[in-house]
């Protein structure tokens, strides 16, 4: 089924340890995105690719890093994992650059939880 | 970090009750958005709104994009216990980026 695929779906992790979060798309979408969800605070964007080759930080980007590898490809990288970065992580993709394309495709999560 | 107000928290309604929530900004956005999110799954989008004042629907849900463009509202009529779930607004300044501000979500329950 076309969408966007995040792998894993489950991790835990030791204070300190490193992981990279993986998602790929097969939609052709230009955009993509990485969001971490918890409890009463929605959705907040951490980094993006507005486009294939360019990265950008957003409202959270402290202690995280991107690569956007290919069209397909965005991964989510933690160098030094920390407690505070328990989280849901969500990863999106956008068909535009330019217009009504806001249909956000998001993937179906990674639950990480740091010890 | 800045995030959209979104009203109110939690519902627990009888089904065939309409419901309301909306959603207040202290700034400007261009496009408005509504997602569902169910447990488990990533948030999928129910309703995009792109001009002020614009008033859409999708079956029984219906949202509107505030005149002052500072503010939406989703409105679900006839509820059912498939609307259960957490709803969420979005809005966005810049289609070029096409970064979206989430506000803290309606978790919304359906008592048959």
């Known amino acids: 089924n076309a969408g966007v695929t995040q792998t894993p779906k489950f991790q835990v992790l030791k204070t300190g340890q490193s992981m990279t979060l993986q998602c790929a798309q097969d939609m052709n979408h230009n955009s993509m995105y990485w969001y971490r969800q918890d409890p009463g605070m929605g959705l907040r964007l951490i980094y993006y690719s507005a486009s294939e080759g360019t990265t950008d930080k957003g409202e959270v980007p402290n202690g995280y890093n991107v690569s956007r590898l290919n069209k397909r490809e965005f991964s989510l990288r933690l160098e030094s994992a920390a407690p505070s970065q328990t989280s849901v992580y969500f990863c999106a993709s956008r068909e535009g650059r330019t217009g009504p394309t806001y249909g956000y495709t998001f993937g179906s999560g990674t639950r990480l939880t740091v010890v | 970090g800045q995030q959209l107000n979104q009203s109110p928290q939690s519902m627990f309604i009888q089904e065939g009750e309409d419901v309301s929530m909306n959603c207040t900004s202290s700034?400007?956005?261009?496009?408005w958005l509504w997602y569902k999110q169910e447990p488990g799954e990533g948030p999928v989008l129910l309703i995009a709104?792109?001009?002020?004042?614009e008033l859409t629907s999708n079956g029984r849900l219906t949202a509107q994009f505030g005149i002052t463009r500072k503010d939406s509202f989703l409105n679900i009529s006839a509820s059912i216990p498939s609307d259960v779930g957490i709803y969420f607004c979005?809005?966005?300044?810049?289609?070029?980026?096409?970064?979206?501000?989430f506000g803290q979500g309606t978790t919304l329950q359906v008592k048959p």
């Open positions: 979005a809005g966005s300044r810049s289609s070029n980026t096409g970064k979206l501000i």
């Open positions: 709104l792109y001009k002020a004042g």
């Open positions: 700034s400007i956005f261009n496009t």
